[in-house]
């Protein structure tokens, strides 16, 4: 069975300084992996996705993230947070062949000035 | 091009009443998704649709709930005998299908059960 585990429900950064998002995923197969973000009463919108190529995955808005087996991690990052960056983030994990994709439950960011 | 829509946007309603909800995927995409968000959870997968039949209904909390999809296109959420617990924002996604593609989120409906 796949699963996602997001540590850390908020995180809170000052404005200029590193994201770090964590997520660990477990799968039986090797994974695609997706983050999504949610912005204030709005629907998910794909920021990144992970389909075994590149194992680094650069996404909109400045965020990337590394899929690493070894740790079976999929961790977002941006160097400088903005202000617009507030919102919540979901990582996410399906299989090959597979339609079902299992969310974790968010880590909401927080940026203050 | 239009995204997914979602409607309504906002319902509240009695418990025990039934209601429906209506997703318009974006067109050409075969694969339609509903999810629930309830607050401070992620999201439950309920039900996949590939074109009008749902090979996995595996999310469907109870027998409540069901889904339909016609014509490969629109799809129903329909929640009969409405609990307090059912209240939730209820999101539909639709994608053009094969397994890795991303889904395409619409707004949501955001139901309250009073």
């Known amino acids: 069975a796949q699963s996602v585990t997001q540590l850390g429900s908020h995180v809170s950064v000052s404005e200029g300084a590193l994201v770090l998002l964590r997520c660990n995923y477990s799968?039986?197969?090797?994974?695609?992996l997706f983050w999504y973000v949610q912005y204030p009463n709005q629907g998910l919108q794909l920021l990144l996705k992970?389909?075994?190529?590149?194992?680094l995955v650069k996404g909109i808005n400045g965020f990337e993230a590394e899929f690493k087996k070894s740790e079976t991690s999929f961790h977002l990052t941006k160097p400088s947070a903005h202000m617009s960056d507030a919102a919540e983030y979901f990582c996410?994990?399906?299989?090959?062949?597979?339609?079902?994709?299992?969310f974790g439950a968010g880590t909401r960011l927080f940026v203050k000035a | 091009g239009a995204g997914v829509s979602q409607s309504p946007s906002n319902k509240v309603t009695e418990k025990g009443k039934d209601v429906e909800l209506r997703c318009d995927p974006i067109?050409?995409?075969?694969?339609l998704y509903w999810y629930r968000q309830s607050l401070g959870q992620g999201l439950e997968f309920l039900i996949y649709?590939?074109?009008?039949?749902?090979?996995?209904k595996s999310g469907l909390p109870s027998d409540r709930f069901s889904a339909e999809r016609t014509g490969g296109s629109v799809s129903t959420l329909t929640i009969q005998r409405t609990q307090q617990e059912d209240s939730a924002v209820y999101l539909c996604?639709?994608?053009?299908?094969?397994?890795?593609?991303?889904?395409?989120f619409g707004p949501g409906t955001r139901l309250l059960v009073l």
């Open positions: 996604a639709s994608s053009l299908g094969r397994d890795q593609e991303t889904q395409y």
């Open positions: 799968s039986s197969v090797p994974p695609y």
């Open positions: 992970y389909t075994s190529a590149a194992t």
């Open positions: 996410a994990v399906s299989k090959t062949g597979g339609f079902k994709t299992i």
């Open positions: 067109s050409g995409h075969t694969a």
């Open positions: 649709f590939q074109g009008n039949s749902a090979p996995d």
